[in-house]
């Protein structure tokens, strides 16, 4: 991730410094930080930490200060568990000491907006195939869900007149969306994909696919509304706070330390991710620091202010950043592709 953003917000950065030593002993504590306090003690005090955290704040850090970077990702971009379509924060459970109040506060204030949308993303999950799931997809318009191409081609290709499923040795393969799959819960809400509208050629920039989905579950369940996009670029700015919600799971690229204090083991479940937008790609995609693994992709970029989605997340590059389409270039697939 890139550490710029985090600080350059000045209430985020106040309270890092003002409660550095409590952050870097919770962190350093943990079963899931890092191995003991020696790590830490007597390489970062707050004066050095203070002199990193402006250098991070200008762009000129060059990652050189032991275990300072754990301690950052931990603290400025939590990731918490979905239960019920809401969510708690660090401040519905202090003893996450190693977590930011003030971000914490921020999704907290945005929260009926956030439960507006948790329920309209799902897990794409599979049956005749190698895989038990895939990734994450979200109800973009009536009866229509959108996911990544990379996940869609997972279990469908082009054929003769449209896209149609893959088959496995024994049998065809079919996809259905679960809304639910939160931590703690048996729950499902599992809906069949019915037919793969699109999925955008390899060449495309556009790392998407449409999925028509049945109008209701296999429990009889009516299917949940589409979240709405934002329109033009409306609030897609640097520094815009936003929400990222799917289904993290291990990667091959994953830093495994991260998924230890940051996930605390616990995968496979709808969670949501704070961050912001760090920067652009010219016009093809825009940039997030939320963290995210790789189940992950097709997950929503939330606006907190507003509730509309601002893009499609489809990749994160583990120390850099998160990769996401923007909202108008999925609203130009749904017109152009599900009418």
């Not at 400025?76 to 459970?93: E, I, K, M, S, W």
């Not at 815009?240 to 991260?258: E, F, L, N, S, T």
Request: with cysteine.
């Amino acid at each position: 991730m890139e550490y710029t953003q985090i600080f350059a917000d000045r209430e985020v950065r106040e309270e890092f410094l003002d409660r550095f030593e409590e952050i870097r002993d919770a962190v350093a504590t943990s079963s899931e930080g890092l191995e003991s306090i020696g790590a830490l003690e007597g390489l970062l005090d707050v004066d050095r930490a203070a002199d990193a955290v402006k250098a991070m704040a200008e762009g000129t850090w060059r990652g050189d200060e032991s275990g300072l970077e754990a301690i950052v990702r931990q603290f400025g971009r939590p990731v918490y568990l979905v239960r019920r379509n809401t969510f708690a924060t660090v401040a519905d459970a202090p003893d996450h000491k190693a977590e930011s109040l003030v971000v914490a506060a921020r999704v907290k204030a945005a929260r009926r907006r956030l439960e507006g949308v948790i329920p309209s993303v799902g897990r794409v999950d599979l049956r005749n195939h190698d895989l038990e799931w895939v990734g994450t997809a979200w109800v973009v318009a009536e009866g229509l869900a959108v996911t990544n191409r990379h996940v869609a081609q997972q279990f469908a290709k082009r054929g003769r007149g449209g896209f149609r499923f893959r088959a496995s040795p024994l049998a065809q393969v079919h996809a259905y969306i679960d809304w639910r799959h939160e931590h703690g819960r048996t729950q499902e809400s599992r809906f069949k994909v019915t037919e793969v509208v699109w999925i955008e050629p390899d060449s495309s920039p556009c790392d998407a696919a449409l999925l028509r989905i049945a109008p209701t579950s296999e429990n009889g369940e009516s299917l949940p509304p589409p979240i709405e996009l934002s329109k033009g670029k409306d609030g897609l700015t640097v520094g815009r706070w936003v929400g990222v919600i799917g289904y993290p799971y291990i990667g091959k690229y994953d830093d495994p330390q991260d998924r230890k204090r940051i996930f605390n083991g616990i995968f496979q479940c709808k969670r949501l991710a704070p961050g912001q937008v760090i920067s652009f790609d010219g016009n093809r995609w825009f940039h997030h620091d939320a963290t995210t693994l790789g189940g992950n992709s097709g997950s929503v970029v939330v606006d907190l202010d507003t509730g509309r989605a601002l893009g499609l997340h489809f990749q994160g590059i583990p120390g850099k950043r998160n990769y996401a389409v923007p909202a108008p270039d999925v609203a130009r697939l749904v017109r152009q592709r599900a009418s």
